[in-house]
């Protein structure tokens, strides 16, 4: 078997989102689950898209108090994870609950505003691996 191995120049102008691994590392995040993670990468990808907005001039997607959000219906949000409401309303409520979002209800077939919360620190990824008691080489 033979994989198509990535090549530099495949990467170049590729779009791809950054997963924070606080997410794993941190105890705060325990109870996340896999598409908790999944959705908030999404939204903090989506978070930096609205940044690059506001820093070119634009302040669509920038509160009265300078906070910047992210405009996005729950319907596209399951459409691209690929997933159903009550699952993303249950990932929502879960990320809200550890304050990595607050959503601000904006009514009936509105797209809600929602503010991608930063992630706390107290360990790093190696911390974290050693803490597990791993007694293997790789890794």
Do not use: W
Request: glycine residues 6%; hydrophobic residues 35%.
């Amino acid at each position: 078997m033979t994989i198509k191995k990535t090549n530099i120049n495949d990467v170049i102008g590729k779009n791809y989102a950054e997963f924070d691994l606080g997410l794993l590392c941190e105890e705060k995040y325990n109870k996340l689950k896999h598409i908790d993670m999944v959705v908030y990468t999404l939204l903090h990808n989506q978070h930096g898209l609205s940044v690059k907005t506001a820093m070119s001039g634009s302040k669509r997607f920038v509160d009265s108090k300078g906070n910047i959000f992210i405009n996005i219906t729950q319907e596209k949000l399951c459409k691209i994870l690929r997933t159903t409401k009550p699952t993303l309303i249950s990932s929502l409520n879960r990320l809200e609950e550890l304050e990595l979002l607050e959503i601000v209800r904006a009514g009936v077939q509105k797209c809600n505003k929602i503010y991608v919360g930063k992630l706390e620190r107290t360990t790093t990824l190696g911390d974290y691996i050693k803490s597990l008691n791993l007694n293997e080489d790789c890794l």
